[in-house]
């Protein structure tokens, strides 16, 4: 059974200051991962999908890496700003096409 | 198409009670999935359909839980007798068939607050 992790669950950082999201998942028998944003009482927005082939996907200030080896993604925003402020939730998708999700990182940029 | 919509977007009801959701998933997706969030968590699976059957369904859906997508195209998830700890946000999100290209589109999710 797929379980997928992020540490730390709660993170602040001034502003300008680049994030660092860590996501580890025990099957690495993934078709993609997929990194998500939500905002307090809204829904999921996706921010970016790796798939199983890929080492890295990039979007403007966001960059995720994909180790499938080691079990781990990782999310980087650069230059963070206030607007940045959400919690970034990452959901493997495997066999059986669900997407198993970490318990998310909540994060706070302070201006 | 605006994306995956989500009625109503907020529901207050009383233990005991039923209460039925409704998701319009992006059209030209034919997979459709439910998941319940509770505050502080990520996501859980509840049950997902191709087109109108219902292919697999989570141990978290009790049989006070049924969801239906007739015709393929939008979808309910009715909870009978309701209780508090049903309280949650419920997600749906639909996709493609396909294995590493395809990701999710969720919609703005119900949150449901059993009183």
């Known amino acids: 059974k797929q379980e997928v992790t992020q540490i730390p669950a709660a993170l602040s950082v001034p502003e300008g200051e680049n994030l660092v999201l860590n996501c580890s998942f025990t099957?690495?028998?993934?078709?993609?991962l997929q990194w998500f944003r939500q905002d307090p009482g809204k829904g999921l927005t996706s921010l970016l999908l790796?798939?199983?082939?890929?080492r890295e996907q990039t979007s403007g200030r966001l960059n995720a890496s994909l180790d499938k080896s080691s079990g781990r993604s990782t999310l980087y925003i650069a230059a963070s700003q206030p607007g940045d402020s959400a919690t970034y939730l990452c959901?493997?998708?495997?066999?059986?096409?669900?997407?198993?999700f970490g318990g998310g990182t909540r994060v706070l940029v302070k201006p | 198409d605006t994306g995956v919509s989500q009625n109503p977007r907020h529901k207050i009801t009383k233990r005991g009670q039923n209460v039925t959701f409704r998701c319009d998933p992006i059209?030209?997706?034919?997979?459709l999935y439910w998941y319940r969030q509770t505050l502080g968590q990520g996501p859980e699976f509840l049950t997902y359909?191709?087109?109108?059957?219902?292919?697999?369904k989570s141990r978290l859906l009790s049989d006070r839980f049924s969801a239906e997508r007739p015709k393929g195209s939008f979808s309910t998830l009715e909870i009978q007798r309701t209780e508090q700890g049903d309280s949650a946000m419920y997600l749906c999100?639909?996709?493609?068939?396909?294995?590493?290209?395809?990701?999710?589109?969720f919609g703005s999710g119900t949150r449901l607050t059993v009183v």
């Open positions: 999100a639909s996709s493609f068939t396909g294995g590493e290209s395809y990701g999710y589109t």
């Open positions: 099957d690495s028998a993934i078709y993609n």
């Open positions: 790796i798939q199983s082939s890929q």
């Open positions: 959901a493997a998708k495997a066999a059986g096409n669900k997407l198993t």
């Open positions: 059209s030209e997706h034919n997979r």
């Open positions: 359909f191709q087109n109108e059957a219902q292919l697999e």
